[in-house]
T-cell receptor
């Protein structure tokens, strides 16, 4: 089993819709979870971090964490064409690790 | 804001050359990382450093070495470049609070080995 798995995509949503991205991880003891956005040809940019069960909102982005089910999701509300990018989920491979394992990414296209 | 810079955006080298990629961060971060990113393979960790002169191998260290003589600077060295090292190389830094924390990436170096 891969350490971090994301829904493969690509995901195409109309402008104004909600884009929903999912990520599952293998180590039940993981404590920190991150979402990065990567535009084509650019480096990853941190957009959300979440450490506790539940929801965390930041503008149009909401991260949801469920440690019992070992998944973390990212919702993008009111999607804009500028949200078109690849979204990477990152989780430590082991609970006491300070490295991160990255998912393969989900490419989102927002149709105007 | 955290700023991570990399010495070159684009680099073309010949097979067998020794290649140096340099990364500098300005936030006094403890941990620094070198990744490569290839289509279909995602981000893969090459090496990381958790303190000056301290380093650990990541998932794909073969053919690479690193140097961290100062806290703000982390260098990746390709001892003898090969065509299969053509890739996007990304450096990241992290504050090092003890648990995995937010990593901040530099702009990347796209290396082509011919």
């Amino acid at each position: 089993q891969k350490e971090v798995e994301q829904n493969s995509g690509p995901l195409s949503v109309p402008e104004g819709a909600i884009a929903s991205l999912n990520c599952t991880y293998s180590d039940r003891g993981s404590q920190s979870f991150f979402w990065y956005r990567q535009y084509s040809g650019k480096s990853p940019e941190l957009i959300m971090s979440i450490y506790s069960n539940g929801d965390k909102e930041d503008g149009r982005f909401t991260a949801q964490l469920n440690k019992a089910s070992q998944y973390v999701s990212l919702l993008i509300r009111d999607s804009q064409p500028s949200d078109s990018a690849t979204y990477l989920c990152a989780v430590p491979p082991r609970s006491n690790d300070y490295k991160l394992s990255f998912g393969a990414g989900t490419t989102v296209t927002v149709r105007a | 804001d955290v700023k991570v810079t990399q010495s070159s955006r684009y680099l073309v080298k010949r097979t067998g050359e020794k290649v140096f990629l340099e990364c500098v961060q300005d936030m006094d971060h403890e941990n620094m990382f070198w990744y490569r990113q290839d289509p279909g393979l995602g981000l893969r960790l090459i090496y990381f450093s958790y303190d000056v002169k301290m380093k650990e191998k990541g998932d794909i260290p073969e053919g690479y070495s690193v140097s961290r003589e100062k806290k703000e600077r982390f260098s990746l060295i390709l001892e003898s470049a090969s065509t299969n090292q053509t890739s996007m190389y990304l450096c990241a830094s992290e504050s090092g609070t003890g648990l995995a924390y937010e990593q901040y990436f530099g702009p990347g170096t796209r290396l082509t080995v011919t």
